[in-house]
C-alpha cells in the first residue's frame, strides 16, 4: 500500500547569476497516512521548500511525488491544484487570516473555493465553530482576537475542508506558550482523528512529540528518525 | 452568483477600509469617465438623436455644396428654389427657410430678433403643428396678402407673458403692421435658433428676393433618396445650361436634414473632443490599473493564502476585478454628475453663440446611458484586468514563507513604471494641444485687424425694407445716425457702414483687373464691405496714398473703391492700383467694376486667425444694404455711451432698434466663441489628465519609497548622504519621467496641428508651448514626489530595520 506522501529524488534549485542555487538534494522521504511528522533544520535548510513542494505550492522541481497514490509530476496544473483543493490544507506562523473577513467568513471561504452550496457551508462553518469553542466570536474581524485565537481559527479554516495532509510551518513559532500548547495539543487531537501532520518547526520539544523528526540541513535529508 | 456577490461583499468592504486609496481610485476613473460622458452626451445631441420633427429620416436638406454654416450646403436664391419646387412636385415636399435680423415692435417697445422668411408650408412639412393658432396657409405668401406672422414659444412667453390673446393681434414686424396668427410649440426653433417667422412669396419668374433659402424637402411616399438626388441634378444642369457664370465651378447636392446639426467642421471637431477624452480616460485606467496593481502586491501575501486556502486563478481574478468593478460604479456615479455640470455649462455657452440651433438637446439619455455603461465596463476592465491577471500568475508561483518579500516584484515593478510613462506621455501630449489652443486664441485676440479698437464702441441695425424701401431711403437714415453720434460731445468721430472689421459681416467677392478674362481657374479673392467718409476716423484708420470717400462719391457717380495693402501686394503687379479699375465677381454678368482712388495699412475685414485676404472698401453711397453697423470713438469708456447711442437710434427710427452693442474686445471674443469654448474644454480634459499624471506619480512613488522603506534605512545606517538617498530613489522616476515627455512632445506636435487646422487656420505647436508643457508636468511631477521625498528623507534608520 502506498503511503499517503512519497517523495523519491526530488530536488529544487534557483538560477542565480549564471549558476544554480540548490534548496532540495535528494529528498527521498515517505509519510504514512495518519503519521505526525515534524521537519527540522537550521534557516535555509529548505524546510519551508520542502513544505512548499509538498503543499504543491512550488513546480519546479524534479524527481517524483506520490500524494495518496497520485503521481503529481505528471499532472497538468489544473489538476494538480484540484488535488490540492481536495487533500491538502495549511497553517501558517503568522496565520494570515483574511484581515477584511470575520471569523466566521475566514472558515467559509475554503468552502466556498470548493464550490460548497451556502446551506451545507453555513452547517459545517457553524459545526467547527462550536466544535473549536469560538462561536462567541465568529463576527469579529481577526485583529479582534489574540494570537493563540488567530492561530485556533487558522487550524479550523485550515481543517474544514477535511484534508487528508495537513502542512503547518511553524504552528507555534508567533505564540507563547500558553497558546502554543493549546494548539499543539489541537494537532494531536486531528492527528488522532486520522489526519496526516507535516509541521515545520525549531521548537525541539514540540519536534519531539511527533512520531517521527526529519532533519535537514543545506538541502539534504540530514535524517529522518522515528521518535524514540 | 454567490460567489460574486461574496466577492463584491468583500471589495466593499477593502474600500470601507482604505476609504482614500478607494476615494482616489473613483476620483481617477471618475475623472477620465465624466470627460467620456460629456462627450458621448454631446455626441448623441449632435449626431446620433433624430431630429425633433416628425418622420425625421424622411427628410433632405439641399443646396450647393460647400460650408455653409447649416451642414455642408450652402442657402439658394429665392429664383433657383422656385424651380426647384417645381421640379420635385410629386417626388417630395419643398419648404425652405431666409434666416433673417426681424424687428418687432408693438407697445413701444421695439426689439431686434432671429427670424425667418419661410415658405408657408415650412412647419408642415417638418410636421410640427403650432401650440396656438394655425399654420400659415398658401393664401399667407400670395403677393399682396395681408402680412402674417408666427411666434416662437419663448418669444410669446419672454415678451407676452404667454397671453392667449396673443393670436390675431396687430404687431409692427420691420415697422410694418402684420397679424399674430400662431405661436410654435415649446423648444421648437428653425433653422437654428429663430423667434419669428413671416411667410415668403416664391414665385417662379419674380426676381431673387433679399435672402438666402435653406432647403428641405420630404420625400412622397415610395420616393428614394437617389430619385430627388437624380431630379435635383437634372434642375441643376438646366439651371447652369441657361446661366453658364452664376453656376459655373458650384455643384449642388442633396444630403440628409439630420446633417444640419453637425456638419463638417462640427463633426471635425467633435471628433477631436472625443479623441481627446478617450485619451484622458485611457489615462485614468492607466493610473488606476498602476495604483491597484501596487496595491495587489501589497496585497500579496493575502493572495498567496487564497491560493492556499483552494482559490483557483479564476476565482482569484474575479476576486481582484470585483474591486475595481465596485471603484468603476462609483466612479460612474461621480461622473455622471460632473458630466452633467460639463454639459450644463457647454449648452450654456453654445446657447450664447450666434449660430447654435436651440433645438439640439444634450440630455443624459437611453442610449447615452448604454454608451456610458459601454465606456465603464471597459474602464473596470482596462483599470482591474491586468492587476488581477498580474496577481493570478504571481499568487499561484508564491511560496509560503512568512515575510517573503519579492513576492514577483520586479514584474510588477516593469508594467508599474510602463504605465507611468504612457501617462506622462498622454498628459503632455493634451497639454500641448491645449497651450496651442489657448495662444492661437491669444494671437488671435491681439491680432492686428489694421484699426484702433480702444474707445470704439459698435452696433448694428436692421432698417425695415418696407418704411425705407429705396436705397436713397436707407442712405438718409445712415446719414442722420452718424451725423447724430458726431454731435456728441463724447463722441471723437462716428461710421456707418456695412462691415464690421474682423468678423464674418462682410462680403465676399471674386476679383479680377477689368477686363481680364475670368477662365475656370480660381480667382484672386477679397473681403469687402461699404462704408461711410468717416471711417478712417471712427475706426482709426490711416489713409496711405490717394483719397478716401467723399461728397464726390454719390449713387450716380463713378464706382469707385478704397483698397488695402494686401490688395496692392496681391494684384497690383508692382504698380500702384490709383486709378485702375478692378471687376467684382467677374464671372457674375451683375459684378460690379471699380475705380481705385486710395490704398489703407493692412485691414482685416474677415475674422482673424485665417489667411490675411485683401480688403476692398466702397463708399456707402453706391452698395448701401438695409442692415449697417454703426462704430463711435468715444473720448472715455466706450461701453459708458451705450445708452445714449440707443436712445439716439430711437429718436431716428423707432422701429428699428439697435443690437449687438458692444466695445472691440467683446467683438472679436464673440467671433472666436467656438474656439475659445473647445479651448475651455481641452483646458479642463488637459487639466485633469495632468492632475492624473501627477496622482499616478504620486502613487508609484509612494509605492517605491514604502516598499524601499529598510534598504533607505540601511542606506542611510550606513552614511549615505540625502542627495545620494534621493537620486538612488528617484533616478529612475526622473527617466521614466523624460522618456515619458519624449513620447508625449513626439505625439502633442502632429496632435496639435491636427486639431488647429480643424478650426482657424491657427499656427501649430511652438518652442513656448512646447516648454511650457514641459515646464508643467515637471512641476507637477515634483510635487507629486514632494511628499515620498519627505518620506524617504526622514526615515530613521532603527526604525527601518525593525520594518517587517
Redesign the interface.
Same mark, same amino acid.
Request: net charge negative; hydrophobic share 30%; charged share 30%.
Given at each position: 500500500m502506498d503511503p499517503m506522501v512519497r517523495l523519491v529524488d526530488v530536488e529544487r534549485s534557483y538560477p542565480v547569476a549564471g549558476s544554480r542555487v540548490w534548496v532540495l538534494r535528494h529528498i527521498n522521504l515517505d509519510i504514512g497516512a495518519g503519521e505526525f511528522v515534524s521537519v527540522m533544520g537550521p534557516s535555509g535548510a529548505g524546510k519551508?521548500?520542502l513544505? +512548499?513542494v509538498l503543499?504543491m505550492?512550488?513546480h519546479d522541481w524534479t524527481g517524483r511525488y506520490k500524494l495518496d497514490g497520485v503521481a503529481v509530476e505528471k499532472l497538468d *496544473?489544473k489538476r494538480r491544484?484540484a488535488l490540492?483543493?481536495d487533500k491538502i490544507a495549511?497553517v501558517?506562523?503568522?496565520y494570515?487570516l483574511?484581515?477584511?473577513?470575520k471569523v466566521w467568513e475566514n472558515l467559509d471561504?475554503?468552502l466556498?473555493?470548493?464550490?460548497v452550496p451556502?446551506k451545507e457551508r453555513a452547517a459545517q462553518v457553524g459545526d467547527l465553530l462550536d466544535r473549536f469553542n469560538i462561536v462567541g466570536k465568529k463576527d469579529l474581524y481577526p485583529n479582534q482576537l489574540s494570537g493563540g485565537q488567530q492561530q485556533l481559527v487558522a487550524v479550523a479554516?485550515a481543517v474544514i475542508?477535511r484534508p487528508r495532509l495537513l502542512l503547518a510551518?511553524?504552528p507555534t513559532g508567533a505564540l507563547h506558550s500558553s497558546q502554543a500548547r493549546a494548539i499543539m495539543d489541537l494537532l494531536h487531537e486531528l492527528n488522532r482523528g486520522g489526519m496526516t501532520i507535516v509541521q515545520v518547526t525549531h521548537n525541539e520539544a514540540f519536534a519531539a512529540e511527533a512520531q517521527r523528526s526529519v532533519r535537514l540541513f543545506d538541502g539534504w535529508i540530514e535524517s529522518a528518525a522515528p521518535r524514540t | 452568483m +454567490? *460567489?460574486i456577490l461574496?466577492d463584491l461583499r468583500?471589495a466593499f468592504?477593502?474600500s470601507l477600509?482604505h476609504p482614500g486609496f478607494a476615494a482616489l481610485i473613483a476620483g481617477v476613473l471618475g475623472a477620465g469617465l465624466a470627460c467620456v460622458i460629456f462627450m458621448l452626451t454631446l455626441l448623441d445631441g449632435f449626431i446620433l438623436r433624430p431630429l425633433p420633427f416628425a418622420k425625421p429620416d424622411e427628410l433632405l436638406q439641399a443646396g450647393f455644396h460647400g460650408d455653409g454654416g447649416l451642414g455642408d450646403v450652402f442657402p439658394v436664391d429665392s429664383r433657383d428654389l422656385a424651380q426647384i419646387r417645381r421640379y420635385l412636385a410629386g417626388k417630395a415636399d419643398v419648404a425652405a427657410a431666409g434666416r433673417s435680423t426681424i424687428n418687432l415692435s408693438d407697445m413701444d417697445r421695439p426689439e431686434r430678433y432671429h427670424g425667418a422668411h419661410v415658405t408657408s408650408n415650412l412647419f408642415h412639412v417638418l410636421g410640427v403643428a403650432p401650440a396656438l393658432g394655425r399654420d400659415f396657409s398658401d393664401d399667407d405668401a400670395k403677393p399682396g396678402a395681408p402680412a402674417v406672422t408666427m411666434l416662437s414659444y419663448s418669444l410669446w412667453h419672454a415678451r407676452y407673458g404667454g397671453d392667449a390673446s396673443i393670436i390675431g393681434r396687430e404687431v409692427r414686424v420691420d415697422g410694418q403692421p402684420a397679424t399674430v396668427i400662431g405661436v410654435m410649440p415649446k423648444d421648437f426653433t428653425y433653422p437654428r435658433n429663430e423667434d419669428l417667422w413671416v411667410p415668403s412669396t416664391i414665385v417662379e419668374g419674380l426676381p431673387a428676393d433679399a435672402y438666402a433659402y435653406w432647403v428641405i424637402a420630404r420625400r412622397s411616399a415610395g420616393i428614394g433618396d437617389a430619385d430627388v438626388a437624380n431630379t435635383l441634378d437634372s434642375w441643376f444642369a438646366d439651371a447652369a445650361r441657361a446661366d453658364p457664370n452664376r453656376f459655373l465651378g458650384r455643384t449642388f447636392r442633396a444630403e440628409p436634414l439630420a446633417r444640419m446639426a453637425a456638419d463638417r467642421t462640427t463633426r471635425g471637431t467633435l471628433g477631436s473632443m472625443l479623441a481627446a477624452v478617450v485619451m484622458v480616460l485611457l489615462v485614468s485606467c492607466a493610473n488606476a490599473a498602476n495604483l491597484l496593481l501596487t496595491r495587489t502586491l501589497g496585497r500579496s501575501?493575502?493572495l498567496?493564502?487564497?491560493? *492556499?486556502?483552494? *482559490?483557483?486563478r479564476r476565482?482569484l481574478i474575479a476576486h481582484l476585478l470585483a474591486e475595481s468593478v465596485l471603484l468603476t460604479l462609483s466612479a460612474t456615479a461621480i461622473a455622471f454628475v460632473l458630466a452633467r455640470a460639463g454639459v450644463a455649462w457647454q449648452q450654456s455657452v453654445m446657447s450664447q453663440t450666434e449660430f447654435y440651433p436651440q433645438w439640439l438637446r444634450f440630455d443624459i439619455d437611453a442610449t447615452v446611458l448604454l454608451l456610458a455603461s459601454g465606456a465603464a465596463l471597459f474602464t473596470a476592465l482596462a483599470a482591474g484586468l491586468l492587476p488581477a491577471l498580474r496577481a493570478g500568475d504571481f499568487a499561484?508561483a508564491?511560496?509560503?514563507?512568512?515575510?517573503a518579500r519579492s513576492v514577483a516584484g520586479g514584474s510588477f515593478a516593469r508594467v508599474s513604471r510602463v504605465l507611468v510613462v504612457g501617462e506622462i506621455a498622454l498628459s503632455c501630449a493634451l497639454l500641448i494641444c491645449v497651450g496651442t489652443l489657448v495662444r492661437g486664441i491669444g494671437a488671435i485676440d491681439r491680432a492686428d485687424l489694421g484699426i484702433e479698437p480702444a474707445h470704439l464702441l459698435t452696433a448694428r441695425v436692421a432698417l425695415s425694407t418696407h418704411a425705407h424701401p429705396t436705397a436713397a431711403d436707407q442712405l438718409h437714415v445712415y446719414e442722420r445716425i452718424s451725423q447724430r453720434m458726431r454731435e456728441d460731445a463724447e463722441v471723437v468721430d462716428a461710421s456707418v457702414g456695412t462691415p464690421l472689421p474682423g468678423t464674418f459681416y462682410n462680403a465676399f467677392h471674386e476679383v479680377l483687373p477689368a477686363g481680364a478674362a475670368p477662365g475656370t481657374a480660381t480667382l484672386p479673392q477679397l473681403y469687402s464691405g461699404a462704408v461711410d467718409a468717416h471711417f478712417l476716423g471712427a475706426y482709426g484708420v490711416k489713409l496711405e496714398s490717394g483719397r478716401f470717400f467723399d461728397s464726390r462719391d454719390r449713387a450716380d457717380s463713378e464706382k469707385v473703391a478704397v483698397v488695402d495693402r494686401k490688395f496692392v501686394e496681391r494684384l497690383g503687379d508692382g504698380a500702384s492700383v490709383l486709378g485702375r479699375r478692378f471687376r467684382l465677381d467677374p464671372r457674375d454678368p451683375d459684378g460690379a467694376t471699380v475705380t481705385i482712388v486710395g490704398v489703407i495699412g493692412p485691414l482685416t475685414l474677415d475674422t482673424p486667425g485665417g489667411q490675411p485676404t485683401p480688403a476692398m472698401l466702397r463708399p456707402l453711397s453706391q452698395d448701401v444694404f438695409y442692415i449697417a453697423s454703426i462704430a463711435v470713438r468715444t473720448r472715455g469708456d466706450p461701453l459708458a455711451f451705450a445708452t445714449r447711442i440707443d436712445g439716439i437710434m430711437h429718436e431716428i427710427d423707432a422701429d428699428a432698434p439697435l443690437y449687438w452693442v458692444r466695445d472691440y474686445s467683446a467683438v472679436i471674443r464673440d467671433s472666436t466663441v467656438s474656439e475659445r469654448v473647445i479651448a475651455k474644454s481641452f483646458g479642463v480634459f488637459g487639466a485633469i489628465a495632468l492632475a492624473l499624471a501627477a496622482a499616478g506619480l504620486y502613487g508609484v512613488m509612494v509605492f517605491t519609497v514604502s516598499r524601499r522603506t529598510r534598504e533607505i534605512g540601511v542606506r542611510r545606517a550606513l552614511g549615505a548622504p540625502a542627495r545620494r538617498v534621493l537620486a538612488n530613489v528617484f533616478g529612475r522616476s526622473a527617466l521614466q519621467l523624460g522618456i515619458g515627455l519624449a513620447l508625449g512632445v513626439l505625439a502633442g506636435i502632429p496632435l496639435a496641428r491636427l486639431l488647429t487646422q480643424s478650426l482657424q487656420d491657427m499656427p501649430g505647436a511652438d518652442l513656448v508651448v512646447v516648454l511650457g508643457a514641459l515646464c508643467v508636468l515637471v512641476a507637477a511631477a515634483g510635487l507629486a514626489v514632494a511628499v515620498p521625498v519627505r518620506r524617504a528623507l526622514r526615515v530613521d534608520p532603527a526604525v527601518a530595520l525593525r520594518h517587517e
Open positions: 519551508s521548500s513544505l +512548499n503543499g505550492m512550488d *496544473a491544484q490540492q483543493r495549511f501558517f506562523q503568522h494570515h483574511i484581515d477584511d473577513l471561504l475554503p466556498q473555493y470548493r464550490d451556502s479554516r475542508t510551518d511553524e | +454567490n *460567489a461574496h468583500d468592504r477593502a477600509k501575501q493575502e498567496a493564502v487564497r491560493v *492556499a486556502l483552494g *482559490a483557483s476565482r499561484v508564491s511560496d509560503l514563507r512568512d515575510g
